[in-house]
């Protein structure tokens, strides 16, 4: 039957689920084992959700359905796609995916830690970045001592690499 002659009660309400964090085409979704984690008990405690439902309208519950299948579905194509990158093959001398940086930023004397992640595991409040981040592809293959430099629109920001550890 054509969808021209269903009722409009009837219309399935597509689920709006925000993307995940975005993964350029045709670059690897490397992952830390940290990161793999994560995203697994993300999924389960969607798969939890989903079991545990306690809706009692039906059309409501088919929509929320469809939103944590969709996200389930998301979820599923990272985990799929995941690299995991074992952090104890890094070289230890060398900035590369997973290796906690300690920074000296411009003419600040405070010293910044970061990690660098895969796009999911990425929080800058964690002082986690995503490899894909302008300021983990000019530390990628750096050595401590080193000074590479983060052009900006106002700024040339400078980072002094003080030690690296996976």
Known sequence: MSRGFVKEDDQEEIPIVP???DLPKGIVNYVTQTGIDELLNEKQELINEKENMEIADENERRIALNHINAKLQ???NRISTAKIVDLNTQP?????FGALVTLKIGGKTKLQQYQIVGVDEADISKGKISFISPIARILINKKVGERPVLILANEDR???IM???Y
Not at 92 to 96: A, F, S, T
Request: charged share 35%; glycine share 0%; proline share 6%.
């Open 19 to 21: 993307p995940r964090a």
């Open 163 to 165: 030690e690296v550890v």
């Open 74 to 76: 998301l979820l599923n």
């Open 158 to 160: 400078i980072f002094e």
């Open 92 to 96: 230890n001398d060398e900035i590369r």
